[in-house]
């Protein structure tokens, strides 16, 4: 959900990916014997928040006909921080990032592997 609030970085970007990815199954599911007209999709925990707001978002609308959300739901009464652009910053300032514009937070967050960033969101509560 990284955020900066701006064009930079306007977020929902794993979303996104999962939107792409239920697009190539649309596109490639046939060829492995597979139905584009019977895709389900299954989430477990923050799978399942992605899967309720799959339920929900236009961006999905088609790409899938079944839904299973298991022990998460975007529903849920402890939503996610309003202040993503907060959250975005705190996550850069842990990776040794500046933080003076989004340009050049991105352009240092560019630079770390994916352990770093995921090692850092372990600092985050």
């Not at 799959?54 to 839904?67: E, K, Y």
Request: proline fraction near 5%.
């Amino acid at each position: 959900f990284f955020s900066t609030g701006d064009s930079l970085a306007p977020g929902n970007l794993g979303l996104k990916d999962q939107v792409e990815s239920l697009r190539w199954v649309q596109k490639n599911i046939a060829s492995f014997g597979g139905d584009p007209n019977s895709v389900t999709i299954v989430g477990y925990s923050a799978g399942g928040w992605s899967v309720t707001l799959h339920m929900v978002s236009p961006m999905s609308n088609g790409l899938f006909h079944r839904a299973i959300a298991m022990s998460g739901s975007a529903t849920y009464q402890n939503p996610l921080p309003n202040d993503q652009k907060h959250l975005a910053k705190k996550q850069a300032e842990l990776l040794g990032c500046p933080t003076d514009t989004t340009g050049n937070m991105l352009i240092c967050l560019n630079t770390k592997t994916a352990e770093e960033i995921g090692e850092s969101t372990q600092q985050f509560f």
